[in-house]
Every structure is written in structure tokens, then in C-alpha cells.
């Protein structure tokens, strides 16, 4: 039996949360006397409402979730406060076509970062705000926020915690996961508020300095400029955010290992020295590249391959150099980060290093097994032997994930995208990355994508923010049975 009160209860209590977010946006709005205020005082209205209408409808809720009620309560969570997200870009007028709004939203809160908006720097301050906060918010997780405060509702979060996540993960920081999520909101915040004074000292403003340390640490890549980073043309800015793209590319219980002074984990842990020496080895071809067939100097060529390689390894999708004017094989090198993605437990998406590392260790088993057919093999991670349940589930969401992709390149063909642009576009949603390639790469917005596609496009975003799983589930006869 699912458990529909407490459900309720929790979106409510996330209403009201976004309700107070939208309430901050409408304070920047009237701070820089913006045409949007109404707008977001609006929204936070109805969010409000209903808000506390869910919250009184759910009182003498049972406090116990099972499993499916966490994938439940997540996957509706993330659909509710994205629609709920819609509404001041509708509102406002300054996204007037439905599916433009929610493709804004949903790009936001799944920190994809992709955009459908020509005219950036013509927006109000509180507008270019909630885009940046709805990243920020999103990018670690509002379901990680949820378990932080969980223990509010008396219930257990181990099950949102595994819904919102489906990522395997092997370092336990704290026997206990609220406070391992609280410690994790800390370190995030930290890292979003250093980068923000970083950033304040070089050429940025205090407000641009905000927005874009949100959209950094979460690996989000919204700007508040039309060409990005590239817009100031400051080498301390792209390594500023160079370095913080990497940073938080890296799992956040790693981060608290680094705080706890648990250094050998950190040696040992094989996704960690499966990222870094990825974007070391890619960064480094593309450096030599570009020196090579474009007219860069070292530095400037170093710069832009560590930026280009740290915004898509990191699925953030920031650019300061249009990659499709490299050669063909300088930005065909980039599918391969677009897809795999950073580490798990981080706020990056695509398919993550963790699954490589996996599935690296299981093909390299089965031709020692091919040769020696009675060997017994253990397939290891940080010094675990992995059950072969995960095994299973990561060759299950492979199979997934490579059907999805096939699949939906070839429905976005169908509505006249070509196929470059259409796999492009189908990667980058999944892998919550940002650009594509050809018409909707680092120079471009997706405005020109078919309506269908857009709402395709949207779609694949939540399943790619979920990890595929957490919403397909939702799909099956089966979940819904007692």
C-alpha cells in the first residue's frame, strides 16, 4: 500500500520551500526594480497554498516509507517543483510558449543547463536569479535536501536516498544519511560561497559572481550572458571556474573523506584516478591539438581544452571557444565525457566514471575467463567485491541508457533534426550536459528544436537527472500492484 499522506506531506513541505525561494527571487526583483516581481510573487503564492493545503490534507500520515514510496515521492517531487518552476517564466511573459517554460524549468532544476532563450542579457535580474537558483538547488538534489530534513517527519531516508540516486556507492561517511546529507549541503554551500568571492575579485560582478557559482557547483551552466563565459574574456574567471567544474565533478563523499583526513581511501578509490587521469589525458590531446591546427598559444590552448573538458566531463556546459570550429577530431573527442559524465555522488551527469570503471573490470574478466574457463574472478571496486546484484543493475542500466539514446535520436529525426544534431541534443539532455553539436552547440540556443522535440528533449532531462530508473519505474504495470 503506498503511502500517499506522507508523499504528500513532503511535496507540501517542498512547496513551501520553493514558495520561500520565490519570495528571495522577488526581493532581487525588486531590488533591481524588475518588471517580474508580480510574477514571482504569483507563484510563491500558489506554491504556498498548496503547500499547506497538502501539508493540512496529510495530517495523522503513517511515518514509514517503503521503497516505492521513495521512488515515488521522488520522481513526483522533482515533475511538481519543475512545473511549479514554469510558471514565473510564463508569467512574466518573457517565455510566453508553454513548452519554451518548462524546457527552462526542467533544464534548471535538472541542472542540464541547455536553454532556449536568444535574448540573456535582456532578462530581469530576478529572472537570470531564479534560473541560477533553480540549478543550484537542483544540482545536488532537492531529494538529498529532503533527507537532510527528513528526520522533521520521523521516517526513515535510506529509500529517497537510494531512489534519488541509483549510482552504486561504496564509502560510508556516517552511519547516519541525514547527516551525511547535511554535511554534504555544508561543503556545497562553502564551495558555492568561496567561488563567489573568487570570482567577485576578477572582472564579474557581485551579482553575475552569484549566479555563476551556482550554476558552477552544480554543475548547472546557465550564464547570465548570451556567450557564456566567453563573454568576459578573462583568463582568471576561466580558470576560476575551471578549477571549481573539476572540483565538483568529484563524489561529495569523497569531499568529506578529504575533511575527515581519510587519505588512503582517497588514494585507493578507483573512480576518483579513473576521472582525474581522464581529464588530464583528454585535456592534454586537445592542448596539442589545438596548438597544432588553430592559431593558440600553449596557455591559451591549455585554458581552453581545461575548460572545454572540465565543463563537459561535468556535464555543466559553460564555453569561452565554439568547439565546432575545431577540427573533427579535436570535438568528436568530446562525445566521450559528454557521455561518461563525472563521478557519482556528485552533481554531474551522464553516465558516470563509476559505471566505467565496472564495466571495464567485468570485460576484462570475461576474456580471463575465455581462457581460463574454471578461474573463479571477483569483480572489485575500492578493495569491495561487488555483488552480483549491482553488476546486473549496471549492465541493466547500460542496456537502458543505450536504448533510450537510440531510440529518442531517432524520434527527434522524425521531427526533421538531422542526425548529428539529433544524437547531440538526445546525449546532452540525458546527460543533463548542456550543448549539443551543429545548430545547438556552445554558440547557439535550442529555440530552433521542433516543439515535440522540446518537450522529448524535457523528458529525457528528468529520467537523465534520476538516472533512468526512478521514473521508467513509474512506468511499469508492476509498480502500482500491492
Known sequence: MINLKLIARIIGVLLLIESAMLLFCSGVSLFYQGDDLTSFIYTAIISAIVGVLLTFLSKGAEKYLSRRDGYLVVALSWIVVSIVGTIPFYHSGYIPNLADAYFESISGFSSTGSTILDNIEELPHGILFWRSLSQWIGGLGIIVFTIAILPLFGVSS????????????????????????????????????????????????????ICHSFATTSTGGFSTKQSSIAFYHSSYIEYVISFFMIFSGINFTVLLLMLTGKFKKIIKNSELKYYLTSVIILTLIITVGLNYTSNYDLEKAFRVALFQIGSIHTSTGFATDNYMSWAPFLWGLLFIPMIVGACAGSTS???????????????????????????????????????????????????????????????????????????????????????????????FSWSGLPEVAKWICSFLMLIGRLELFTILLLLTPGFWKD
Open 158 to 209: 535510506i529509500q529517497l536516498f537510494a531512489a534519488e540516486s541509483s549510482s552504486p556507492s561504496y564509502d560510508k561517511v556516517h552511519p547516519r544519511i541525514s547527516v551525511t546529507a547535511k554535511w554534504i549541503w555544508g561543503i556545497y554551500a562553502g564551495l558555492t560561497a568561496l567561488q563567489t568571492g573568487l570570482l567577485w575579485l576578477g572582472d564579474m560582478s557581485f551579482f553575475d559572481s
Open 349 to 443: 551527469g551522464g553516465f558516470k566514471c563509476i559505471r566505467m570503471v565496472i564495466l571495464s573490470k567485468i570485460t576484462f574478466h570475461e576474456f580471463k575467463r575465455m581462457i581460463h574457463p574454471n578461474v573463479v574472478l571477483r569483480v572489485k571496486v575500492n578493495e569491495q567485491t561487488l555483488p552480483n546484484t549491482i553488476q546486473s543493475t549496471i549492465l541493466a542500466f547500460s542496456f537502458t541508457f543505450i536504448l533510450i539514446t537510440l531510440t529518442s535520436t531517432l524520434l527527434i529525426m522524425a521531427t526533421g533534426v538531422e542526425f548529428l544534431e539529433s544524437f547531440g541534443v538526445v546525449i546532452s539532455s540525458i546527460s543533463n550536459m548542456g550543448p549539443g553539436f551543429g545548430r545547438f552547440g556552445p554558440d
